[in-house]
C-alpha cells in the first residue's frame, strides 16, 4: 500500500543553520504531497504542499519539490529560527492522508 | 482563520470504560475524519465520514469505535470499552473536498485520550 518513509529525528540545529528533512514515498497513481507540522501543545497544521510533479510547494522560507523519479519530497530552508522547533509530518494523499512518522527538530539559540 | 475544535483536550479513564472525544469541523466542510498519534509513533488514520454514513475506515477502527454526527455541528468518536493500547493523541480532521488534487485536511489541535 501507499506509504512514506522520513528521516528519523530529534535534528537539532544552530540557528540560521540550513535544514533539510527527507521524505520518500510510494504510491500507485499520482498522489498529492504534503509537509505538515506540529508546534509543541497544538494540532498538525498544513505547511505546504504540491499536486503534482516538479511542482514546488513553499510556505514561511521552507520548500519542497515533488521528484517522480524519485519518488521524493524533501523539506529544506535556507536559514532556520528558533522558532521552527516542533514535530514535521511528510505525507500524501490519493484521498485520506497517510503520514509519515514525524521528524522532531530543535533550534538552539 | 476557521479552526477545527476538539474537546477535551486531555482525558484519563479506567481500563473498560466508555470515552466519546467530539470535534466541531469547519462549518462549510463535508469530509471528516479522525486520527490517532500513539506515542512517539506515526499519525494513523482510523475512519472517514462524508453524508453521515462511514466512507473508509482502517483495520484499527474496531467495533469497539463509532463515529456519529449527532446535530450539524459536531463529529464523534466513541470508544466502548477502551484498552491500555488506546492510549494516544486523537486527532479531528475536515475538508470540503474530500478527494482530487485539491484536499486538504484541517486538523484541531487533538485530544489526549490516557488509559489506566
Known amino acids: 500500500g501507499d506509504s512514506v518513509t522520513q528521516m528519523e529525528g530529534p535534528v537539532t540545529l544552530s540557528e540560521e543553520a540550513f535544514l533539510t528533512i527527507n521524505c520518500t514515498y510510494t504510491a500507485t497513481g499520482y498522489p498529492s504531497l504534503f509537509w505538515y507540522v506540529q508546534y509543541p501543545g497544538e494540532g498538525l497544521q498544513l505547511l505546504l504542499k504540491a499536486t503534482k510533479a516538479d511542482d514546488k510547494g513553499s510556505n514561511k522560507g521552507f520548500e519542497a519539490t515533488y521528484r517522480k523519479e524519485t519518488t521524493s519530497f524533501h523539506l529544506e530552508k535556507g536559514s532556520v529560527q528558533v522558532s521552527d522547533s516542533a514535530v514535521y509530518f511528510c505525507?500524501?494523499?490519493?484521498?485520506?492522508?497517510?503520514f509519515g512518522k514525524g521528524t522532531r527538530l530543535h533550534i538552539l539559540p | 482563520e476557521p479552526e477545527v475544535t476538539q474537546t477535551p483536550s486531555h482525558q484519563v479513564t479506567q481500563m473498560g470504560q466508555e470515552v466519546i472525544l467530539r470535534c466541531v469541523p469547519i462549518s462549510n466542510h463535508l469530509y471528516f475524519y479522525w486520527y490517532r498519534q500513539i506515542l512517539g509513533q506515526k499519525v494513523e488514520f482510523l475512519v472517514s465520514?462524508?453524508?453521515?454514513?462511514?466512507?473508509?475506515k482502517s483495520e484499527i477502527f474496531d467495533d469497539q469505535f463509532s463515529v456519529e454526527r449527532p446535530d450539524g455541528s459536531n463529529f464523534t468518536l466513541k470508544i466502548r470499552s477502551t484498552k491500555l493500547e488506546d492510549s494516544a493523541m486523537y486527532f479531528c480532521?475536515?475538508?470540503?473536498?474530500?478527494?482530487?488534487?485539491?484536499?486538504?485536511?484541517?486538523f484541531g489541535a487533538g485530544s489526549r485520550l490516557t488509559v489506566l
Open positions: 505525507a500524501l494523499s490519493p484521498d485520506k492522508i497517510i
Open positions: 480532521a475536515s475538508s470540503r473536498t474530500g478527494t482530487g488534487r485539491a484536499n486538504v485536511l484541517t
Open positions: 465520514f462524508y453524508n453521515n454514513e462511514i466512507s473508509e
